[in-house]
C-alpha cells in the first residue's frame, strides 16, 4: 500500500513538472500577434492605366490589383491620353483627325471609398476643333488649346453623358499658333497670345470662359510653351529676349501681375518647354530635354536644377504630386522627393534607350509603382519603386506608344 502511494506521489510530480517545462517552452518562443504575412506588393485596387497604341485603334485598360486588361475600340491610333482633374475620366485626343472623346472608367470617389458606377465605356460629349493640343483640366472641366484656329474647347462633367453633347468652344480672338493656357481658382484662364497667324506665342493675357479680355499682357516674351498653375499663380516658359538667348519663366497672377523669373546663370540658350505643378508639395518644376530638370520657386524667384543633364527624355510628377521621376537613356531610373528636393532612389529600370527613336517609352507612376510603356516589345512594365528589381510585365498591344493613369490610390470600396 505504501509502495503504491509512493509511486503515486512520484508520478503526479512527473506530471507537473512536464507541464511546467512545456509551458516555459511556450513562453521562450511567443507568437506576435501583430507580425503581418508576408505579401507581395499590389497596386491600389481602385487604380488603373490606360494605354494607346501607335498603330491600333484600340485603347487598353490594365487593372494592376487583378492583372486584368481589357481592350476598347477607339476613333483611331495614336491618341494622346491624359487624366482628368476629378480622376474618374480620361481625355482622348486624336489630333491629327481634330477630334477630343471621353473615356469613363466608371470609378467614383466619395472620400472615404471608391464606388464602381458600372462599367468602363465611352463618354457621349466630343469636340470637334481644329488640331486639339494643349491640355488642362481643373475640377470638374477639361480645358483644351486648338492651335490651328486659337479657341479653347471647354467641357463639364456634367454634359459627358448627355447625348449628343459638345464641348463649348471659347473664342477671345485669337490668332491660330502653338498656344498654352492655364485655369486660375476664380475662374478665369491665362491663355498665350502670337502677333501673328502660326507664329510662336509672345504675351499671355487672362481671359473669362466666355472670351472676353479680363486682364491684357503686361510684359512681352519670347517662344513661350508649357505652364502649369496652382490656382492663383500661372507659370509659363520661354526666352527672356526677341534673339531667344536667355530664358526663364513668366508668372501670371489671377490678379493680372506678371512677372519674370530668369534661368540660372550660365543656363545658355534654352528655355524649360514643359512646366509641372506637383499639387501635393506645393512645387512648380520646369524641365527641358537638354538641361534637365529644375525645380522653381515662384517664393523667392529662384530657378535651381534638380538633375542637371542632357540625357533625360521623360520627367514626370507621380499620380499624388509627391515626387518626380526621371528617365534617363542609359534606362536609369531617378525618384526625387520634391518637398526635399533629394533623390530617394536610383537605379537601372529598363534597357538603354535609342535617342533618335521617334517614339521611346513613356513613364507614370503612383506611390507604389512606376509603369513604362515599351513600344518595341507590345508590353507596360509594372516596376516596384522600393526595389527596381520586382518587375510585373503586361502584354497590352503592338506598339503602345501613351499612357494615363486613371482613378484613386485606395483600396476602400463601397462594401469594403
Known amino acids: 500500500m505504501l509502495n503504491k502511494q509512493l509511486f503515486k506521489k512520484i508520478l503526479l510530480g512527473m506530471i ?5 517545462s512545456a509551458c516555459k517552452k511556450d513562453k521562450a518562443e511567443p507568437v506576435d500577434p501583430k507580425t503581418p504575412e508576408t505579401t507581395a506588393t499590389k497596386e491600389f485596387k481602385y487604380l488603373r492605366v490606360l494605354v494607346a497604341d501607335e498603330l491600333s485603334n484600340k485603347i487598353t485598360q ?8 481589357t481592350s476598347y475600340d477607339a476613333k483611331y491610333p495614336l491618341a494622346t491620353l491624359y487624366g482628368t482633374a476629378n480622376k474618374r475620366y480620361a481625355t482622348v485626343i486624336y489630333q491629327k483627325e481634330n477630334l477630343v472623346e471621353i473615356f469613363d472608367t466608371g470609378l467614383q470617389s466619395h472620400q472615404d471609398h471608391v464606388d464602381v458606377d458600372g462599367s468602363p465605356k465611352w463618354a457621349s460629349i466630343s469636340a470637334t476643333a481644329a488640331k486639339p493640343t494643349h491640355y488642362k483640366s481643373v475640377k470638374d472641366e477639361v480645358l483644351i488649346f486648338n492651335d490651328s484656329e486659337g479657341t479653347l474647347s471647354l467641357g463639364k462633367e456634367s454634359d459627358f453623358h448627355t447625348v449628343g453633347a459638345k464641348f463649348k468652344i471659347i473664342n477671345a480672338g485669337l490668332l491660330p499658333h502653338h498656344g498654352a493656357m492655364a485655369n486660375f481658382d476664380n475662374g478665369t484662364i491665362a491663355v498665350t497670345t502670337t502677333a501673328s497667324a502660326g507664329a510662336a506665342p509672345t504675351k499671355v493675357i487672362v481671359i473669362d470662359k466666355d472670351g472676353k479680355h479680363i486682364h491684357p499682357s503686361k510684359l512681352e516674351f519670347g517662344n513661350i510653351h508649357g505652364n502649369a498653375s496652382d490656382g492663383g499663380n500661372a507659370v509659363f516658359g520661354g526666352f527672356t529676349n526677341s534673339t531667344a538667348t536667355a530664358g526663364g519663366v513668366l508668372v501670371v497672377k489671377a490678379t493680372g501681375e506678371q512677372r519674370v523669373i530668369p534661368n540660372p546663370d550660365g543656363f545658355g540658350a534654352f528655355r524649360l518647354a514643359s512646366i509641372y505643378y506637383a499639387d501635393a508639395a506645393d512645387k512648380f518644376v520646369g ?32 499620380y499624388a504630386g509627391k515626387n518626380l521621376l526621371l528617365l534617363t537613356l542609359d534606362g536609369k531610373l531617378r525618384i526625387y522627393n520634391l518637398s526635399s528636393g533629394q533623390l530617394t532612389r536610383e537605379g537601372t529600370a529598363i534597357s538603354a534607350v535609342t535617342s533618335t527613336d ?3 517609352p513613356v513613364i507614370e507612376a503612383t506611390a507604389k509603382f512606376a509603369y513604362i510603356s515599351l513600344p ?16 510585373i510585365r503586361h502584354k497590352v498591344s503592338s506598339r503602345p506608344v501613351k499612357l494615363a493613369l486613371t482613378g484613386f490610390e485606395s483600396n476602400a470600396g463601397h462594401n469594403d
Open 376 to 391: 518595341a516589345s507590345g508590353e507596360v512594365v509594372q516596376i516596384d519603386l522600393t526595389d527596381f528589381r520586382k518587375i
Open 16 to 20: 507537473v513538472i512536464a507541464s511546467v
Open 62 to 69: 490594365v487593372d494592376p490589383f487583378t492583372g486584368t486588361i
Open 358 to 360: 521617334t517614339y521611346k
Open 287 to 318: 524641365f527641358v530635354a537638354t538641361k534637365g530638370a529644375y525645380l522653381i520657386d515662384i517664393k523667392t524667384d529662384k530657378i535651381s536644377p534638380i538633375y542637371a543633364g542632357n540625357d533625360v527624355f521623360q520627367c514626370k510628377l507621380d
